[in-house]
């Protein structure tokens, strides 16, 4: 009788740890598409100089993705970048 009361507290434990896992692994998207817009711009920016056709690709990728999410400030430095 002993052992399935440790069992069962077990179960509980790993449990919660799976239900609190959930919550945060819903609030990820809308802040790494933010990321992804982010890491854009900054590959854009340091292709200025070498490869400007490559920056603008990078630039255009990150406005039209900041205005699928509606990441106002991506897209304003997304036309910056594109300009």
């Known amino acids: 009788m002993n052992w399935r009361k440790i069992i069962f507290c077990l179960y509980l434990f790993f ?39 490559l920056s603008i690709s990078l630039a ?7 205005e699928k999410i509606d990441f106002l400030k991506g897209k304003a430095y997304a036309l910056k970048n594109i300009g």
């Open 15 to 53: 449990a919660s740890f799976y239900v609190v896992a959930q919550n945060d692994i819903q609030n990820l998207p809308a802040e790494g598409d933010t990321a992804l817009v982010n890491s854009l711009l900054q590959q854009s920016k340091a292709h200025f100089n070498d490869t400007p056709a």
């Open 60 to 66: 255009i990728q990150a406005k039209e993705m900041a």
